[in-house]
């Protein structure tokens, strides 16, 4: 059997890969959006797109999950288990901090704390959108396809 890795396969699974690792779950949509662009260099553009709105779709699913969380429930704690003065920040710089939504550990804190903060919704798309995507320009860059 012949498997060959078509430019559109790669970019249905950097897309999946881009938002599975923006949520709660592992992931290394970096070396998918890597091996992508390394394979098939014309879908440079593409790629860089997809990964950035697979990415942020994934951080809004963490911010929704946050914006779910009632008041009561005090979830800065579990913000401050996973991220010490991850609330704080949020609730400090507002949806700018926003722009860390792509590190590792405290970009989950982020953008969890931010929803539940009832931080404006399209702001913090729009900053969580610009982080992720300067990141996949820096994977770009290092491919050597900028």
């Known amino acids: 059997m012949d498997f060959a890795f078509t430019a559109e396969a790669g970019l249905a699974g950097l897309f999946l890969a881009s938002f599975l690792s923006a949520t709660l779950l592992p992931g290394g949509?970096?070396?998918?959006?890597?091996?992508?662009?390394?394979?098939?260099?014309?879908?440079?553009?593409p790629a860089l797109?997809?990964?950035?709105?697979?990415?942020?779709?994934?951080?809004?699913?963490?911010y929704y999950m946050g914006r779910l969380l009632p008041r009561h429930l005090a979830p800065e704690k579990l913000c401050e288990a996973v991220s010490p003065g991850g609330t704080a920040l949020a609730r400090r710089r507002g949806p700018p901090i926003l722009?860390?939504?792509?590190?590792?550990?405290?970009?989950?804190?982020?953008?969890?704390?931010?929803?539940?903060?009832?931080?404006?919704?399209?702001?913090?798309?729009?900053?969580?959108?610009?982080?992720?995507?300067?990141?996949?320009?820096?994977?770009?860059?290092?491919?050597?396809?900028?």
């Not at 860390?100 to 969890?112: E, N, T, Y």
């Open 49 to 62: 797109l997809l990964a950035t709105l697979g990415n942020t779709l994934g951080g809004m699913v963490t």
């Open 29 to 45: 949509s970096e070396a998918v959006l890597f091996a992508v662009i390394r394979l098939h260099p014309e879908q440079t553009l």
């Open 99 to 146: 722009l860390l939504a792509w590190a590792p550990i405290v970009g989950d804190a982020l953008c969890a704390a931010a929803g539940w903060l009832r931080l404006p919704t399209l702001a913090c798309a729009a900053w969580m959108a610009a982080g992720k995507a300067g990141r996949y320009v820096v994977v770009v860059a290092g491919a050597g396809m900028v």
